[in-house]
């Protein structure tokens, strides 16, 4: 695979992801029951990053959870070997909260969808949001972002690489070519 | 990462023995990611749904039985109970023939437990499905050694390089075979002790240390499990009398006195409280029984998740 472009630097990704934490605290008018869930594993980064910025912001702590939504996968029967289990922590119960999901890429919805599977769970919260660095289009499921960093056409046959500090040593998102 | 492989190469688990420390490992790290399900409000997760795994007991089990059952259901599978007692077996159906049928209903996954060494091996090598061993006569009891290294390690943070000291009848045990398998592989220390005429003759050729005494199987021991007296299995007692065996080789707090620092005491259990070990001990501060028993069903899903996916060709 080759590199295209890219979309974002370290900087440029900096910006765009206290941009989405002023857009959560706008839209939700505070931090009060907000609950930031990262799903595994460039989500958790992100999440991370979005709750130490409307900390700054608010002067709030905001609770921090991962998840793992492996095992809601919907092609765990046919795709092998099975893919790796990690474990899911949420801070506290999530009944009545406001929980923000937040990936990296949006693209298909169905990472989505297990995800709003693995949270049911979990318990009910008041509202689920969804907060994604990259919108790419070409989704296969009725699901939409409420808080996107970048939105970016792509083309299907493209891949779009979220790189981050903590888990790749760099912060960038690049556009692929297979 | 810790881990070197995502899959098993088998379809099955018979033993502890065939397995790599690699595959060791990636099934103790999967059931790290199971351990917080059966902490949820909703104790299930759907990754085996319309599965079919049969359980095939055709041996007294309570804890192991249920283990698997509730790990099964943790993961959505659909479970079948079948016990030798009331069924085909008791007019003479042998193990092949019921298995045959049993396979005719398409399960995805067989769970047995057998009196004979090798059963489960025979299913393996007849049957499209996987087979999961859960203890055939004195051969091999895989996921309990794989519980109780989930144990050792979830205490002590790593089992390369941990003294364990197995004290009981080593030599009618599956559940210290498989535990020296396990052990050995992971580079840890393994001691075994019991009364003479219970430990089997070159043992030390699978990599064990014997020790005489329980003193000595306890001194610098990180963990020390304590193996139930199985009266039922030996036919007669290769020890004068219980009393005796207690004063000997009972786990009590006087002997803990002299052990190390966080000593870990393990049971596979059921306990004979008063024969291998006093009450004050399984009840202590050092036991980690009921642990083993809690992670049992962790270790278990993350067998039942790992080999029920596709398989890779």
Do not use: C
């Not at chain 1, 989500?43 to 990053?49: C, S, T």
């Not at chain 2, 595959?23 to 909703?42: C, H, M, N, Q, W």
């Amino acid at each position: 695979m080759k590199v295209k472009k890219q979309l974002l630097d370290g900087a440029r990704m900096h910006r765009a992801i206290r941009r989405m934490a002023i857009e959560i605290v706008e839209k939700n008018r505070g931090t009060h029951d907000l609950i930031i869930v990262g799903i595994r594993s460039r989500g958790v980064p992100i999440g991370e990053r979005i709750a130490k910025e409307i900390e700054e912001m608010e002067s709030q702590p905001v609770p921090f959870g991962i998840l793992d939504i492996t095992l809601y996968r919907d092609d765990l029967t046919t795709i092998a070997p099975q893919p790796v289990v990690k474990p899911t922590k949420l801070p506290e119960p999530i009944d009545d909260k406001v929980v923000i999901l937040v990936d990296d890429v949006l693209y298909t919805g169905r990472t989505v969808r297990a995800a709003l599977d693995a949270l049911i769970d979990f318990g009910r919260p008041r509202v689920v949001m969804l907060a994604v660095l990259i919108d790419r289009g070409h989704r296969e499921l009725p699901i939409h972002a409420d808080v996107i960093g970048k939105t970016v056409p792509t083309d299907a046959d493209e891949v779009i690489k979220v790189r981050m500090a903590e888990l790749d040593g760099e912060d960038e998102v690049l556009i692929m070519e297979k | 990462m810790r881990q070197t492989t995502s899959s098993l190469k088998s379809k099955d688990l018979l033993g502890i023995e065939p397995l790599t420390p690699e595959e060791i490992t990636l099934i103790l790290d999967t059931a790290e990611g199971f351990k917080e399900v059966s902490e949820r409000p909703v104790k299930k997760v759907p990754a085996l749904r319309g599965q079919l795994v049969i359980n095939l007991f055709m041996e007294a089990s309570t804890r192991t039985r249920v283990s698997f059952e509730i790990a099964e259901k943790r993961l959505s599978a659909d479970t079948l109970n079948f016990a030798a007692s009331g069924s085909s077996v008791e007019k003479g159906e042998t193990l092949i023939d019921t298995a045959e049928n049993l396979m005719a209903m398409h399960p995805d996954m067989i769970v047995i437990r057998h009196k004979h060494p090798g059963a489960p091996k025979m299913l393996a090598d007849r049957l499209p499905a996987s087979i999961i061993n859960a203890g055939d006569g004195a051969h091999e009891h895989p996921t309990q050694a794989l519980l109780d290294a989930f144990t050792i390690r979830e205490r002590l943070g790593r089992l390369h390089g941990v003294n364990v000291s197995i004290v009981g009848d080593i030599a009618h045990s599956r559940v210290v075979r498989s535990n020296i398998h396990l052990l050995t592989r992971m580079k840890a220390n393994v001691t075994v002790a019991g009364p003479p005429t219970l430990i089997p003759a070159e043992i030390e050729r699978l990599g064990v240390r014997v020790a005489h005494s329980l003193d000595e199987a306890i001194d610098g021991a990180d963990v020390i499990m304590m193996l139930r007296i199985q009266l039922e299995r030996q036919g007669k007692l290769t020890f004068p009398s219980l009393r005796e065996y207690y004063n000997t080789f009972g786990l009590t707090p006087a002997r803990l006195r002299r052990a190390k620092e966080g000593i870990l005491v393990m049971h596979p259990g059921p306990m004979n409280r008063g024969v291998e070990i006093a009450s004050d001990v399984a009840d202590g501060p050092w036991s980690v029984i009921l642990d083993q028993v809690t992670n049992g069903v962790a270790v278990r899903m993350a067998v039942l998740y790992l080999l029920g996916g596709a398989h890779a060709e």
